[in-house]
């Protein structure tokens, strides 16, 4: 009896070493980041607060200025609660256009207060007219085109990220 009581406890001793747990003191281990297959900026998540709905998406990250340049250039498709998400930091007045974008876009102007100031709905593809910000910008948020008005999302709307 004590010989089962023994591989008992040394077989509980291994599984709690191998255990992904053990390693960290007892904590998980960090998420992997996810990541665009296309891009391959970082994706986070993103809210935006309209009335009493909460509308979520998973946004890629541009932040650099290489990343805000190309933006959203030469895609052909995204899904309905993805987007792209550039922040600026100061806020500053901003202005968008569709330069090589294949796909129309929503782009929402997101002021310093994270409320949207402005959208520019249904972007044209390939229009090079500058879709300008009502204001400095914290941050500006394209979506596929159509995608605000469909939500009702618009000016406002609290934006977190």
Request: glycine share 10%.
């Amino acid at each position: 009896m004590r010989l089962i009581n023994c591989l008992g406890a040394v077989l509980i001793l291994i599984a709690t070493a191998c255990s992904p747990h053990a390693a960290t003191g007892g904590t998980a281990a960090p998420a992997a980041v996810a990541v665009h297959p296309i891009s391959g900026l970082t994706i986070i998540p993103l809210r935006v607060t309209s009335a009493d709905k909460v509308h979520t998406f998973r946004v890629e990250l541009a932040r650099s200025d290489a990343e805000q340049e190309t933006g959203l250039m030469f895609r052909t498709a995204m899904g309905a609660d993805e987007g792209m998400i550039f922040p600026m930091s100061p806020p500053r007045r901003a202005a968008f256009w569709m330069r090589n974008t294949v796909i129309p876009l929503d782009i929402i102007f997101i002021g310093a207060d994270h409320r949207i100031l402005n959208v520019a709905a249904n972007a044209v593809p390939y229009d090079e007219s500058p879709l300008p910000s009502a204001g400095a910008v914290s941050g500006v948020l394209e979506l596929n085109g159509g995608r605000a008005a469909q939500l009702g999302i618009g000016a406002g709307d609290r934006v977190e990220w």
